[in-house]
């Protein structure tokens, strides 16, 4: 056999191997000894999507699987921003956002869905860290503005933890994506802290309900935060401490159908988070009916009074609840 011909016998051989074992890679995130992951598979490495956002300045967005094997939850007590959007089946995932401090690791994560495109335009470029998504939105995932991290392109960030079945065990080491937390400046979601507004009702709970889930927060006077509730079950974190928000926002927002569905042929519902309408703020122990504004994908999202007066949020920890418009 000639040079050539092993030459090129060797180039082919080096190509199969690394189909391989990207396969290998993308199979890792939706399957393991359970059912398959709802994504379908991990974005191409892009040029905008493989660019890393090394200076630290942009948020890292992790989306949470949140169904009730995935609980409790690891690392989204630290999160600035956590966001609950309705699934399919109506069922719930979250969305946790980090600036001021990374946890060591943060999960079970899952898939990204069309919404989240949207949601964080109001980031700069953030970085995404999720398992898979539908086929059909790996384009549109590629064409945003941020960087997608998956167990596809960054295999070394993510393990599969053993206390849980898959596809709900899959885990993320923040700093082997992120070198440090980017800072208060990353949050440009327009909230603004500080004191309470006038008014308010006290309040001791409020529960929002999907088709199959619900979120109850219950003011606790000792801690000075709603503590979490999902579904009938008080939110822990794997520590064993209660989970608990500073404020919730309760956004009532438009849910329609989007273009997309799960493997089990369920629509993917789409939450608008660009317009505007009523909100529920709580925080201190009480609650004010406000109106939320997002002119553009790219900005903030603000809140205010009925006489257009802005409305702060307490310091520490932040959930907005996405509910559909009554």
Not at 111 to 136: M, V
Not at 216 to 225: M, N, Q, V
């Amino acid at each position: 056999m000639g040079r050539g011909a092993r030459r090129r016998r060797a180039a082919t051989t080096a190509a199969l191997l690394a189909a391989t074992v990207t396969a290998a890679l993308a199979a890792g995130c939706t399957s393991g000894g359970g059912p398959g992951d709802d994504g379908r598979g991990a974005p191409k490495m892009s040029e905008q999507g493989a660019s890393p956002s090394a200076t630290g300045t942009s948020a890292l967005a992790v989306k949470i699987d949140n169904a009730a094997p995935a609980r409790p939850h690891t690392g989204v007590d630290a999160a600035d921003v956590v966001y609950a959007e309705q699934v399919e089946g109506g069922l719930s995932r979250l969305m946790a956002v980090y600036a001021t401090r990374l946890p060591k690791t943060v999960g079970p994560v899952r898939s990204a869905r069309e919404s989240d495109l949207e949601l964080l335009r109001q980031y700069g470029r953030p970085t995404l860290a999720f398992s898979g998504a539908q086929k059909k939105l790996l384009p549109l995932i590629d064409e945003a503005p941020l960087r997608a991290e998956t167990p596809g392109n960054a295999a070394d960030a993510y393990f599969r933890g053993s206390g849980k079945p898959a596809p709900h065990n899959l885990y993320l080491r923040p700093e082997r994506i992120v070198p440090k937390a980017p800072g208060q400046a990353a949050l440009t979601t327009g909230f603004r802290y500080g004191p309470a507004p006038e008014g308010g009702t006290a309040t001791d709970s409020r529960t929002v309900r999907y088709p199959a889930a619900r979120f109850t927060f219950t003011w606790s006077d000792s801690r000075d935060r709603w503590l979490i509730g999902m579904d009938g079950t008080p939110a822990t974190t794997a520590d064993g401490e209660r989970m608990a928000a500073a404020t919730v926002v309760v956004q009532y927002v438009k849910v329609r159908e989007s273009a997309f569905r799960d493997f089990l042929g369920n629509n993917t519902p789409y939450t608008e988070t660009v317009g505007s309408g009523k909100a529920k703020v709580l925080r201190d122990g009480r609650a004010w009916d406000v109106n939320w504004t997002r002119e553009n994908a790219a900005d903030g999202t603000t809140f205010t009074t009925g006489d257009g007066t802005p409305v702060n949020f307490a310091k520490g920890q932040v959930w907005v609840v996405f509910a559909k418009n009554p």
